[in-house]
């Protein structure tokens, strides 16, 4: 089968498409013929061998070489020992390793609600997951306002629309052209740069906040908040010297995944995919990655339908 993969860490030109034995799904394992996979921030911070240096992190050190992804959809083709629940044949999303491939062994998954297409599906699992364990860890309830700074991405996507139908007030940071994306998401929106602070206070009063884009804000935050802990970043990994609080640890994958089939059942979830790539083109979806100003997903396409 074809996977991307990279013998060193480095920049986006380490990633090569190869030839590799297929993998097997394992007890309490299913795998699946990929159609897409998601693209994840963490994906690049894995192949530059960032958790490699900062043991902040609870990633555990990568053996070279090394595949890439952790999101997919696509269709079961093996089951392992002790699983039930799902047949081959079934259309599931999920979260594994090394998804950039033609073939994928997960760990947890879902079955895909109905009228999702695969390369949607791809976009969710990770991004979901995530958005659910940092709104638990920030604490932010039901009247109070919530700052999302790099709100526009993924995780911000989902985190503004799992926030408003919890009741919760959003305001949300993100480039110029992003400003109508958050809006129509719910937000209350302002752009980053110059000015921001004063442009979020004339927002409102700040009860609790998320990094989600590791731009150097956390003092702001902190400072809009009036308390470390009531920040939360996934991105800046030197954020708890200054007390506040750096969320790598997934919950309940499962669960995650549960609850994401149920609100995009609900209409209350939808993240659109922005770009799709082939394999062929994981450099390139990496470049774009790391360059920021997404609106929503960025996804592998490995097979069509």
């Known amino acids: 089968m074809k996977k991307v993969s990279f013998a060193e860490f480095g920049g986006p030109d380490v990633l090569q498409l190869v030839d590799a034995d297929e993998p097997h799904a394992g007890p309490g394992r299913i795998r699946i013929a990929v159609r897409a996979a998601g693209v994840n921030p963490v994906d690049w911070r894995i192949r530059e061998g960032q958790f490699q240096k900062d043991r902040r992190t609870a990633h555990d050190p990568i053996e070279l070489p090394a595949g890439v992804g952790l999101d997919a959809a696509g269709v079961v083709d093996e089951v392992g020992e002790g699983v039930e629940g799902v047949e081959i044949g079934d259309h599931v999303f999920g979260e594994g390793s090394s998804t950039y491939a033609e073939f994928a062994v997960l760990s947890a998954w879902a079955r895909m609600p109905e009228g999702l297409t695969f390369q949607e599906a791809a976009g ?55 400003q109508d994306y958050l809006r129509g998401l719910g937000a209350l929106a302002t752009t980053y740069g110059e000015g921001w602070v004063e442009r979020v206070r004339r927002l409102g009063q700040v009860d609790a906040a998320l990094d989600l884009a590791g731009s150097g804000v956390i003092r702001e935050l902190v400072e809009l908040t009036g308390d470390p802990l009531k920040v939360v970043s996934i991105a800046d990994l030197d954020a708890p010297r200054l007390g506040v609080r750096f969320s790598g640890v997934a919950g309940s994958v499962p669960a995650a995944l549960a609850e994401a089939a149920d609100l995009i059942s609900r209409g209350k979830l939808h993240i659109p995919v922005e770009k799709s790539y082939s394999l062929a083109e994981a450099a390139a979806a990496h470049t774009d990655s790391q360059a920021g100003h997404t609106r929503g997903r960025r996804v592998m396409v490995v097979r069509g339908g």
């Open 124 to 178: 969710y699992p990770s991004v979901v997951e995530t958005a659910l364990r940092i709104l638990r860890e920030v604490g932010v309830r039901s009247g109070q306002t919530l700052l999302v700074s790099g709100a526009s991405g993924g995780v911000g996507s989902a985190v503004l629309q799992i926030a408003r139908a919890r009741g919760i007030t959003v305001i949300g940071t993100a480039g110029a052209a992003n």
